[in-house]
């Protein structure tokens, strides 16, 4: 089976009740770390619900390629990325799909910006060695004052800093 996308552009805001603190108290935090994790301010989570017969979080493919990544491009900014798992813990989906999953991230409001950049930049690196047009799938948890909005974005790689540009946070 071949998990592919036929959006084009396609994005929902919704309200959430997921917080940082939430996550922090989930059964897969890995407290041994909790020091080095709680200094994030975007974090990437495994997903929400479980998959078949894993008691394991779960992270999309590549999410080690797609952390590395933004970890190295964001030095020098404001945003402090990290990954909540341990590495024994840790474990990837492969679907060996057409469609790029990019981790699911929790992030302060300050770290919208930036991260929502480094993704663009990273969806551009990963369209320069694609021959055929990349499609993607994005859910992102932009968390203030105690409060969440869901972002979610599904389609063309290279329609998704417009259409994440074309949002405004604040008025939702």
Request: aromatic share 10%.
């Amino acid at each position: 089976m071949i998990h592919e996308s036929k959006e084009v552009s396609k994005i929902e805001v919704t309200d959430i009740e997921l917080t940082f603190s939430d996550i922090y108290e989930k059964p897969y935090f890995p407290k041994e770390h909790a020091e080095e994790i709680q200094r994030a301010n975007a974090l990437i989570i495994p997903y929400d619900e479980g998959f078949r017969d894993h008691n394991n979080p779960l992270f999309p493919e590549e999410s080690v390629v797609f952390f590395q990544y933004v970890q190295d491009a964001s030095n020098g900014t404001e945003v402090t990325f990290d990954i909540c798992a341990s590495d024994e813990q840790f474990h990837e989906l492969e679907l060996h799909a057409d469609l790029i999953n990019i981790p699911n991230i929790i992030m302060t409001v300050v770290a919208f910006p930036i991260v929502t950049g480094l993704i663009t930049n990273y969806l551009y690196d990963k369209m320069k060695s694609r021959r055929t047009d990349l499609k993607v799938k994005v859910n992102l948890i932009v968390e203030t004052e105690g409060k969440s909005k869901r972002i979610s974005y599904e389609g063309d790689a290279d329609k998704f800093e417009s259409t994440i540009k074309a949002i405004n946070l604040l008025d939702e």
